[in-house]
Every structure is written in structure tokens, then in C-alpha cells.
Nanobody, 124 residues
Framework: QVQLLESGGGLVQAGGSLRLSCAVSGRTFSLYAMGWFRQAPGKEREFVAV????????HYADSVKGRFTISRDNAKNTVYLQMNSLKPEDTAVYYC?????????????????WGQGTQVTVSS
């Protein structure tokens, strides 16, 4: 059983920064591609960023490219999402996802494991 626990959300002014963390327990973290999704009120869940098991490959949604950075520390079983230059439209619940089948499975939203989410609110 794999468990994912997000943290680091909160309220921030536009232009500010937050760093989200996702701690993974239960299986060998280093085997999993990891990603972040978000869901704003009244909208569908959308892909934000993904990182391969080794950390050597990353991919971002166009809406966050150049502002967000995904990284991982396999020794700490944790994946991070550094969010800079935040905008009000970044307001959403952010979810962590994991899957051992690779980044493609995470990107298409069919990852096998999901966290409960952490709220990010950006005020204008």
C-alpha cells in the first residue's frame, strides 16, 4: 500500500512563492514517477508537472512552465513543487500522484496512487 501526503499549501499574495511537499510511504519511492495535478473550483483536475523516477526527466504544463519546478529527494521519499510568481489563477487544490509505470501514466491522469490534496490560494 502506497500512501502520499501533501503539505505546504496556504494563502499567498500574487507574485509570491510556495513550496509543496509530498511524502511517500509504503513502497520503494525511487521506482515511481511522481507528479502534481491541481483542481480549481468548478473545473476539472489538470496536470501540472511530472518527474521521472531518477529525476532526470521533467515535464510541465504550459501554464506553469518557467514558474514552477518539480524535484525529488529519493533519500527522503519526497517530491517537491516549488511555485514562484504565483497568480490568482493558480488557486486550486494540489494533488500528488505516483505510478511505477512511468511518467506517461502520471501525465495522462491514470496514476495508481494519489494524495488527499493541499489547498493553495493566491490573492490578487
Amino acid at each position: 500500500q502506497v500512501q502520499l501526503l501533501e503539505s505546504g499549501g496556504g494563502l499567498v499574495q500574487a507574485g509570491g512563492s510556495l513550496r509543496l511537499s509530498c511524502a511517500v510511504s509504503g513502497r520503494t519511492f525511487s521506482l515511481y514517477a511522481m507528479g502534481w495535478f491541481r483542481q480549481a473550483p468548478g473545473k476539472e483536475r489538470e496536470f501540472v508537472a511530472v518527474i521521472s523516477w531518477s529525476g532526470g526527466r521533467t515535464h510541465y504544463a504550459d501554464s506553469v512552465k518557467g514558474r514552477f519546478t518539480i524535484s525529488r529527494d529519493n533519500a527522503k521519499n519526497t517530491v517537491y513543487l516549488q511555485m514562484n510568481s504565483l497568480k490568482p489563477e493558480d488557486t486550486a487544490v494540489y494533488y500528488c500522484a505516483a505510478d511505477e509505470r512511468g511518467t506517461g501514466t502520471v501525465v495522462d491522469g491514470t496514476a495508481g496512487y494519489w494524495g488527499q490534496g493541499t489547498q493553495v490560494t493566491v490573492s490578487s
